[in-house]
C-alpha cells in the first residue's frame, strides 16, 4: 500500500496529514512564531538593566526583589528557547499514531512512545484563548519517573491545569486540532 495524503483546512490554508501503511504522521508546525521566546527575553533584559541600574543608596530589598523578578522571565526564557531549538532543528519532531500507540515527539516535555493501553481518554480543553488536546494516562507517575526537576515541575503544572501531562498545542502542530481528537478515538476504541 503507498503512502496517501489528504487535506484538512485550518483557518483557510491547505495543511496536509501523512497516512503510510500503519501509521498516521502529524507534523510539527515550524513556522509558529516564538511568541513567548520575544516576550521573556524582553523581560529577562529589562530585569538585567534595572539591576544594573541599582543604586548603592537604594535598599538591600530592592535589589533582591529584581533579582527574584528575574528568574521568572529567564525561566521562560530558557524554556522557549529549548522549545524553538528543538522545533527548528529536530527533524524527526512530529506525532505519529501507530497500531501500537502514539509517538511524542512534538516537543521538549514529550513523552515519546505511549501505548495505547495507557491512554484512557481524549478532550479538547481552551486555556487562555488556544485549544490543547489533552491525553489522559491510566498512571501520570509512570511517565514523570523518566523526566528531570524541570520537566516535572513543567508537567505536574499540566496535571493541575489539564489533568495529565500529555498536553498538544493547536500551535504546535500543522493539522486542525479536531480532526486529530477524531483519529485519535477511533483508534482507542
Request: hydrophobic fraction near 45%; glycine fraction near 4%.
Amino acid at each position: 500500500m503507498l503512502p496517501e495524503t489528504i487535506g484538512s483546512t485550518k483557518t483557510s490554508r491547505s495543511i496536509l496529514l501523512k497516512l503510510s501503511l500503519m501509521s498516521v504522521i502529524v507534523p510539527i508546525n515550524r513556522k509558529k512564531f516564538p511568541l513567548t521566546l520575544i516576550v521573556s527575553l524582553i523581560f529577562t533584559i529589562a530585569a538585567i538593566i534595572n539591576l544594573v541600574n541599582y543604586k548603592s543608596n537604594e535598599t538591600e530589598n530592592y535589589w533582591a526583589f529584581y533579582s527574584l523578578v528575574l528568574l521568572v522571565p529567564l525561566y521562560y526564557f530558557v524554556v522557549s528557547l529549548a522549545q524553538y531549538i528543538k522545533t527548528l532543528f529536530d527533524k524527526r519532531a512530529g506525532l505519529t499514531i501507530s497500531d501500537s500507540g502514539l509517538n511524542d515527539n512534538l516537543s521538549i516535555l514529550s513523552f515519546g512512545e505511549i501505548p495505547w493501553r495507557d491512554i484512557t481518554g481524549v478532550q479538547i480543553k481552551r486555556y487562555f484563548f488556544v485549544n490543547f488536546l489533552v491525553l489522559y494516562l491510566a498512571d501520570n507517575k509512570k511517565y514523570l519517573v523518566k523526566s528531570n526537576y524541570v520537566q516535572k515541575f513543567i508537567l505536574k503544572s499540566h496535571i493541575r491545569k489539564m489533568g495529565s501531562p500529555v498536553v498538544i498545542s493547536e500551535k504546535r502542530i500543522a493539522y486542525d486540532i479536531h480532526e486529530l481528537k477524531k483519529v485519535l478515538l477511533s483508534h482507542l476504541r
